[in-house]
């Protein structure tokens, strides 16, 4: 079984703040780990992924995460949040074996104020 | 992303009646993927397939049926629509196992069933 979970529905930062949209998964084995971002009436986009190496994964428009094996956390960080980051952002896992498909969280609003 | 296309963009359908959304990718991508998106509930996956002669339900799949009708196509129906199907629907696409398995998603169809 797979799963992920994102604890906050909301996150709210000022910007030029830094930011973190928490992810935690669930799986039985090696995961591969995605994090999507989605603007209003548009498809999710890929930010960025880990398979395998580098802990630390740098992704599009500075954003980062890091893969804690130990926490099994997927943490997405930013240093200075923009106005324009605000979107809805998605955590998704898979298992490393098998013919398996992702499981996405069920997504956290990323609310930057000016 | 262009390159994933779902038509049509906006269904409004009556209960009971048979409907079909459509995806095309010209990615050249064997993997393909149809999800729903609830509020609050993330994406959630319906149908998927790794080649044309292989399909697998979902998650959620009672209600759907898939056809792929190509390498570049694949089609989800309702057979019989009902209010709870009103949600917004995406396909994806992906690459092998061992290309990193990003997913790339079309625009997505609003569905209205009333």
């Known amino acids: 079984a797979q799963s992920v979970a994102q604890p906050e529905d909301q996150v709210n930062v000022a910007e030029g703040n830094p930011l973190t949209v928490k992810c935690t998964y669930s799986v039985s084995g090696n995961p591969y780990l995605f994090w999507y971002v989605q603007y209003p009436n548009r498809g999710l986009q890929f930010l960025l992924k880990?398979?395998?190496?580098?802990?630390l994964v740098k992704g599009s428009y500075g954003f980062e995460a890091e893969f804690n094996k130990s926490q099994t956390s997927f943490h997405l960080k930013k240093p200075s949040a923009l106005v324009s980051d605000s979107a809805l952002y998605f955590c998704?896992?898979?298992?490393?074996?098998?013919?398996?498909?992702?499981?996405f969280g069920s997504g956290t609003r990323l609310q930057v104020q000016p | 992303d262009a390159d994933v296309t779902q038509t049509p963009r906006n269904r409004i359908t009556k209960t009971g009646k048979r409907i079909m959304l459509e995806c095309s990718q010209t990615?050249?991508?064997?993997?393909m993927y149809w999800y729903r998106q609830d509020p609050g509930l993330g994406l959630r996956l319906i149908y998927y397939s790794f080649d044309v002669k292989d399909i697998n339900k979902g998650e959620i799949s009672d209600g759907y049926s898939v056809s792929r009708q190509a390498q570049a196509k694949f089609s989800l129906s309702l057979e019989s629509a009902i209010p709870n199907q009103t949600a917004l629907y995406f396909c994806?696409?992906?690459?092998?196992?061992?290309?990193?398995?990003?997913?790339?998603f079309g625009p997505g169809t609003r569905l209205l069933v009333l």
């Open positions: 998704a896992v898979r298992v490393d074996t098998g013919r398996r498909a992702l499981t």
């Open positions: 880990y398979i395998t190496g580098d802990n």
């Open positions: 994806a696409t992906s690459g092998p196992s061992g290309s990193g398995e990003t997913q790339y």
């Open positions: 990615k050249g991508h064997d993997r």
